[in-house]
């Protein structure tokens, strides 16, 4: 079956465990609403392509939070609305949500009587508390503490109420709007940035990994004093414990399995899970380069090692790189359901 006869929730499904094309479906089906939703809001046009480029790395980071059970598009339209939001908020020349200023907010005028008319036909079609509500709000220009005090509610609820109109009302506007041209350039760029957060190089995956590396690796030596290494003075480490244990051949094995673990662990946080997955495929190159990287810092630091000796360090270290690898892998799509409660596969 072609990918474009799937519906907006199957495609999301498929985005969520990196298909691309799934993706590049969405994006064709709906980045008009999107744009045209935010130009008739926004201006100048600059900030429109800021906050439409926003929108989808936003709906790309949180792709992961979206339930399957509820449809896409009011999911798409949210993350739109609030990243407008949050642009304008965050603007100096805007003031806060709460007293929204049309002027400083550069949201374009609209006609005040078609407004008025439209607002008075969408009130009649509200049910009871809603209607009185919104009708105080709109026509009689009540304040929240005079309807809640009407309706013999609190304010909070009267808030409330005339939110999730407004948001309706809004919504309704987003989905009836289907012109707006986004500009070529723009959807290649947008679809471009998507492709490599999707796909992220293994070997961008490796420099982060050795960044990462760096730091825990040196830490890490405040407790296991590697061929001797003791930069921090520390008295205890580690490697005395694996060599009463195993002698020095399990100590060796044991100080490679350490030092590429922890750091392979601390990795794991700040990756993705699209760079896990990268990490995952590669993982015998990405902890073989690590190990070997390692082995030559220790030989410039003038630590004298025989071959056997960094033949079981480096054996170590593999080990470690598979076992915390795999557990990062794990833990990460377990992470990720829990959100959610969502079934991601990684494979």
Not at 19 to 40: C, D, N, P, W
Not at 46 to 57: A, P, S
Not at 77 to 89: G, N, P, S, W
Not at 321 to 331: D, E, M, N, P, R
Request: aromatic share 10%; net charge negative; charged share 20%.
């Amino acid at each position: 079956m072609s990918l474009e006869n799937l519906t907006d929730e199957e495609l999301m499904s498929m985005y969520q465990n990196g298909t691309e094309m799934a993706f590049q479906i969405l994006y064709t089906r709906h980045s008009s609403k999107v744009y045209g939703f935010l130009k008739r809001r926004l201006t100048p046009e600059e900030k429109v392509t800021d906050i439409y480029q926003e929108v989808f790395l936003k709906i790309h980071r949180s792709k992961h939070l979206y339930n399957k059970s509820l449809p896409v598009l009011p999911w798409i339209f949210t993350i739109t609305k609030t990243v407008m939001l949050d642009a304008i908020k965050k603007d100096k020349n805007f003031k806060s949500i709460d007293g929204f200023d049309l002027d400083k907010a550069k949201i374009e005028p609209v006609d005040n009587n078609r407004l008025v008319e439209e607002v008075g036909l969408a009130i009649q079609n509200l049910p009871g508390s809603q209607k009185i509500a919104m009708q105080m709000r709109y026509v009689e220009e009540k304040t929240f503490n005079e309807i809640a005090e009407s309706l013999k509610t609190t304010p909070t609820n009267v808030r409330q109420i005339i939110s999730q109109q407004e948001w309706l009302s809004d919504y309704q506007d987003f989905l009836n709007t289907d012109n707006g041209q986004v500009p070529d350039n723009l959807n290649e760029a947008i679809l471009a940035k998507i492709q490599k957060l999707i796909k992220p190089s293994a070997w961008m995956v490796f420099l982060k990994l050795l960044s990462v590396h760096a730091v825990m690796g040196f830490l890490s030596l405040s407790i296991c004093h590697q061929f001797g290494l003791n930069p921090f003075n520390t008295d205890y480490s580690l490697a005395d414990w694996f060599m009463k244990v195993g002698g020095h051949h399990f100590c060796m094995l044991g100080c490679g399995i350490l030092f590429v673990a922890v750091s392979i662990f601390a990795t794991g946080y700040f990756l993705t899970v699209e760079e896990v997955k990268a990490l995952k495929r590669t993982e015998f190159l990405q902890n073989l380069s690590i190990g070997l990287i390692s082995l030559g810092l220790f030989a410039a630091f003038g630590v004298e090692m025989i071959l056997s000796i960094a033949g079981l360090w480096l054996l170590g270290a593999l080990i470690g790189g598979f076992v915390a690898t795999t557990a990062v892998y794990k833990i990460k799509g377990r992470w990720l359901a829990s959100e959610n409660q969502l079934e991601i596969e990684l494979e």
